[in-house]
C-alpha cells in the first residue's frame, strides 16, 4: 500500500517570499508524483508531475518540484510568491505497478498556503 | 481543455432524500472517478470506473451507487441522504497510453444533508 505524508497543514508567507511545501510518501514499488492545486470552490488542476528522468520537474505559474528517491520525497518549490498563490496544495502519488490499483491516486491530506501582502 | 463538468455545484436537501451528482466529460476518457473531500481533509477515491459497464468501489467506503451506461457519463447516487454524507464531491477522469497519468478534475459538488 502507498501513503502520502504532507508535513505542513498550513503555510503562511509574505509575498515575494520563498516557499517550500514538503511531501513525502511511502511506496513498495515505484511510482509517479503529482501535485495538484485547488482555488476556493473550485476543483483541483495539475500544477506538475514526475513520470521519470530528470528529478527537476517545473510546472505551471512557476513551481518547481525535485524527487528525491533515497529521503522518499516529493518537495515543491516557488522562488517568489504572489497573493494569487494563495490555495490548497495537495500532493499525491500513483503507482505505475498494475492491477487493481493501476491508475489510482493516494493524496496526501493538503496544506494551506497563504500569501500576505 | 479538460472540460469536465459537475452539477449541481451546490445542493442543500432534507434527511431521506434521494440525489443523483451528475459528471460529464467530453475528452473520450475511459477512466473516471469519484472522490469525496472533506474539509482540511485529503481526497478519497470512492468509485471508479474503467470503461462502460465496469465499475469498482474504491477505497474509501460509502453508501453511494454510480452507473456507467455511457463513456462520457458517470453519475453518484445516494438513495437515502444523511448528515454523514454532507462533504465535496470531485469527479475525475484520465485517457489511455502517455494520457492516462494526469487526472482532470471538475469543479465539485457540495453537498449538505440538513
Known amino acids: 500500500a502507498q501513503s502520502v505524508t504532507q508535513l505542513d497543514s498550513q503555510v503562511p508567507v509574505f509575498e515575494e517570499a520563498p516557499v517550500e511545501l514538503r511531501c513525502n510518501y511511502s511506496?513498495?514499488?515505484?511510482?509517479?508524483l503529482f501535485w495538484y492545486v485547488q482555488y476556493p470552490n473550485q476543483g483541483l488542476q495539475l500544477l506538475l508531475k514526475y513520470l521519470s528522468g530528470s528529478t527537476l520537474v517545473k510546472g505551471i505559474n512557476g513551481f518547481e518540484a525535485e524527487f528525491n528517491k533515497s529521503q522518499t520525497s516529493f518537495h515543491l518549490r516557488k522562488p517568489s510568491v504572489h497573493i494569487s498563490d494563495t490555495a490548497e496544495y495537495f500532493c499525491a502519488v500513483r503507482t505505475n505497478a498494475g492491477g487493481t490499483s493501476y491508475g489510482k491516486l493516494t493524496f496526501g491530506q493538503g496544506t494551506i498556503l497563504t500569501v500576505h501582502p | 481543455e479538460a472540460d469536465i463538468y459537475q452539477t449541481p455545484r451546490y445542493l442543500v436537501i432534507g434527511t431521506g432524500k434521494k440525489i443523483t451528482l451528475e459528471c460529464s466529460q467530453t475528452?473520450?476518457?475511459?477512466?473516471m472517478y469519484w472522490y469525496q473531500q472533506d474539509p482540511g481533509m485529503e481526497l478519497h477515491l470512492i468509485h471508479y470506473?474503467?470503461?462502460?459497464?465496469?465499475?469498482e468501489k474504491g477505497d474509501l467506503s460509502s453508501e453511494s451507487t454510480v452507473s456507467r451506461i455511457r463513456t462520457e457519463h458517470f453519475p453518484l447516487t445516494l438513495e437515502s441522504a444523511r448528515p454523514s454524507h454532507t462533504s465535496q464531491y470531485l469527479c475525475?477522469?484520465?485517457?489511455?497510453?502517455?494520457?492516462?497519468?494526469?487526472?482532470?478534475f471538475g469543479p465539485g459538488t457540495r453537498l449538505t444533508v440538513t
Open positions: 511506496s513498495s514499488v515505484s511510482v509517479y
Open positions: 475528452m473520450g476518457h475511459d477512466k
Open positions: 475525475a477522469s484520465s485517457g489511455t497510453g502517455q494520457f492516462s497519468y494526469e487526472q482532470y
Open positions: 470506473s474503467y470503461g462502460v459497464n465496469s465499475t
